[in-house]
């Protein structure tokens, strides 16, 4: 029963530095997200697919890129890391409902 | 500018009182709304939703309550137990139109439950 799997769970990069957070579900879901979290900000959406091969900007996709070449992985890319980029990054799958199944986080670090 | 707010960063409940969280919205084309419940460490899990068509959801100890014409909702935990201490978010859509799932969520409130 892996539901959403976040890989990896932490990293440190330096400024400037690029990497690619992978998201994996196996429950089939059309919908997925990538959310970032930062304290007093709450979850604000950077970017979404709606199925394979579809990607869609959210509120805050500035320095992030995504592809969705299969259904069931959803990449989130950094080019070149910026400290304001520091955050815990979600992603989230669903299928046609509001009830998101979460993966357990990428803890980065930008320094 | 944000659509959802929780104004309330943290709450503090004795076992076996009320825990209520509460949240506001000023986007009035949001229709359907959810809390969220994260522990550290883990990824939020869906606890409670409500559609605007509604005033009320319970599920267990958890009851949701949406007044529309404040643009209000409040979760309501009764009676609170210690494995209820978590971080608790509320998020909102537009379940009408073309949301594609998309959430927003509040910046969330710290509930500890005191033993």
């Known amino acids: 029963n892996a539901g959403v799997t976040q890989t990896p769970k932490f990293r440190v990069l330096k400024t400037g530095q690029s990497m690619t957070l992978l998201c994996a579900q196996d429950?089939?879901?059309?919908?997925m997200y990538w959310y970032r979290q930062d304290p007093g900000m709450g979850l604000r959406l950077i970017h979404y697919?709606?199925?394979?091969?579809?990607?869609a900007k959210g509120e805050v996709p500035d320095g992030y890129n995504v592809s969705r070449l299969k259904k069931q992985n959803f990449l989130l890319g950094l080019e070149s890391a910026a400290p304001s980029q520091t955050s815990v990054y979600f992603c989230?799958?669903?299928?046609?409902?509001?009830?998101?199944?979460f993966g357990s986080g990428t803890r980065l670090t930008v320094v | 500018d944000q659509q959802v707010k929780q104004n309330s960063p943290s709450l503090s409940v004795q076992e076996g009182r009320i825990s209520i969280l509460n949240c506001d919205y000023t986007?009035?084309?949001?229709?359907?709304f959810l809390w969220y419940k994260k522990y550290p460490a883990e990824g939020p899990t869906f606890l409670i939703s409500?559609?605007?068509?509604?005033d009320k959801n319970e599920d267990g100890r958890f009851t949701v309550f949406l007044n529309k014409s404040a643009k209000h909702l409040s979760l309501h935990i009764v009676p609170s137990q210690p494995g209820d201490s978590a971080v608790y978010f509320c998020?909102?859509?537009?379940?009408?139109?073309?949301?594609?799932?998309?959430?927003?969520f509040g910046q969330g409130t710290i509930l500890t439950v005191h033993p």
């Open positions: 989230a799958s669903t299928g046609r409902d509001y009830g998101y199944t």
């Open positions: 429950m089939n879901h059309e919908y």
């Open positions: 697919s709606v199925g394979e091969g579809t990607t």
């Open positions: 986007n009035s084309m949001f229709d359907y």
């Open positions: 409500i559609s605007s068509i509604k």
């Open positions: 998020a909102a859509a537009n379940a009408g139109g073309t949301s594609y799932g998309k959430l927003t």
